[in-house]
């Protein structure tokens, strides 16, 4: 699973040719910039940040540590 899709959250480039084209390009097309900055940051904001990040190592590991929170108190 892909946490963000390119040209919709970010812009990715495979080679430093291709890097420099979509810079130039998104430098003159300053509204699909902002867009793809917009979108990015909401999915950052949605889905990525340090609240969502606990919660799902907490969710992975409660029945672990439930685990060993009982064997250690036998």
Excluded: W
């Excluded at 949605?46 to 108190?73: M, P």
Aim: net charge negative; aromatic share 10%.
């Amino acid at each position: 699973e892909e946490l963000f899709e390119d040209g919709k959250h970010l812009v990715l480039y495979r080679s430093h040719e291709e890097m420099i084209d979509k810079a130039k390009y998104y430098l003159s097309h300053d509204s699909e910039r902002e867009k793809i900055a917009q979108a990015g940051y909401e999915e950052v904001m949605a889905k990525h940040t340090i609240n969502h990040r606990v919660e799902k190592i907490l969710e992975e590991n409660i029945l672990k540590l439930l685990y060993l929170i009982k064997n250690f108190l036998k």
